[in-house]
């Protein structure tokens, strides 16, 4: 099996893909400097084949001894999202580019990076024309353009492949409650209303169970993967807002959704993305959209954002 270096392993991904790389039984090391004050991964540290640091994907003499005999680098150290992004705009340009020009930069012969980006990079698509591999990513937030450079510098480099995720649902123990599905979800269970901005505007969708089997698969894979982006998500949902809630509707019908007649959504992403050639090669996403409801539906039983709340 292989050795695997992880930064930013104890997000909300990785905190899904480790223990399953633990259970094929890789090598794991993690590198994170545990932003959010996190403490997932817990299950893990009685595995002898875990390692865990403290610390930053930036610092190059870090990052030297710890690529040091690894097979994999997987960089999902990050600032995810455009909202973080802007509001720190210096961390994300040296965190979701720099650093990733760092591992290419110290990375041995034989060593593999399998890259996160996300597509989001298409930007605007082209109503009906679906987004494939080919379409030229046009990037529209700073988010969107540091990890489309990163990937591009990933595939120019070699020894590598890429994945650009739809936008990711479901449960974490690094949990995020800020992305589409689980915030509209999270609305129907507590507020039992939503109001949408630009109703219409389309992405496609991906449970982060599968987003992380797609790092296995590729592992498993490489040979035949190696050298090209993959866009990875849910071909049953490229969904607009609007018939996101209604899907959220079926599962809880006392959920009511509006779409504002003024106003605006701060990220105008509206495309929808085509999945053949991850799918080509043998990956197919085991959850649905409907699974995931289900799923956080029991989640926020447990969950509740309430620490200003006296209910």
Request: include cysteine; charge should be negative.
């Amino acid at each position: 099996m292989s050795k695997i270096l992880v930064t930013g392993g104890a997000g909300y991904i990785g905190s899904v893909l480790v223990p399953m790389l633990l259970k094929e039984g890789h090598e794991v090391t993690v590198l994170d400097n545990f932003y959010f004050n996190q403490s997932t991964l817990l299950e893990c540290c009685m595995d002898p084949d875990f390692h865990v640091v403290r610390g930053d994907a930036r610092k190059e003499g870090l990052m030297e001894e710890l690529m040091e005999g690894k097979d994999y680098i997987i960089p999902l150290a990050a600032m995810v999202g455009f909202p973080l992004c802007k509001a720190d705009e210096v961390a994300a340009e040296t965190t979701n580019l720099g650093a990733v020009k760092t591992i290419l930069k110290l990375r041995k012969p034989g060593q593999k990076v399998i890259y996160p980006c996300t597509n989001s990079g298409y930007g605007v698509g082209e109503g009906d024309k679906f987004c494939t591999e080919d379409t030229p990513m046009r990037p529209i937030s700073l988010y969107g353009t540091t990890k489309a450079e990163a990937e591009r510098l990933v595939l120019e480099a070699g020894d590598s492949l890429t994945f650009r995720f739809a936008t990711v649902f479901g449960a974490s123990t690094r949990m995020r409650l800020d992305l589409l599905v689980n915030d509209f979800v999270y609305r129907a269970v507590f507020d039992r209303t939503a109001v949408l901005f630009e109703g219409k505007f389309k992405r496609n969708y991906v449970h982060i169970r599968d987003a992380a089997g797609a790092f296995l698969h590729a592992i498993r894979h490489f040979g035949e993967m190696e050298g090209r982006p993959y866009n990875c998500g849910l071909s049953s949902a490229n969904l607009s807002k609007l018939e996101l809630c209604a899907k959220i509707k079926e599962h809880i019908p006392e959920f009511v959704y509006v779409e504002a007649p003024i106003g605006e959504d701060p990220d105008k992403r509206d495309y929808i993305v085509s999945n053949e050639r991850l799918e080509a090669t043998g990956w197919a996403p085991k959850y649905s959209l409907d699974d995931g409801i289900e799923e956080l539906k029991k989640v926020y039983t447990i969950i509740k954002n309430k620490t200003y709340s006296n209910i």
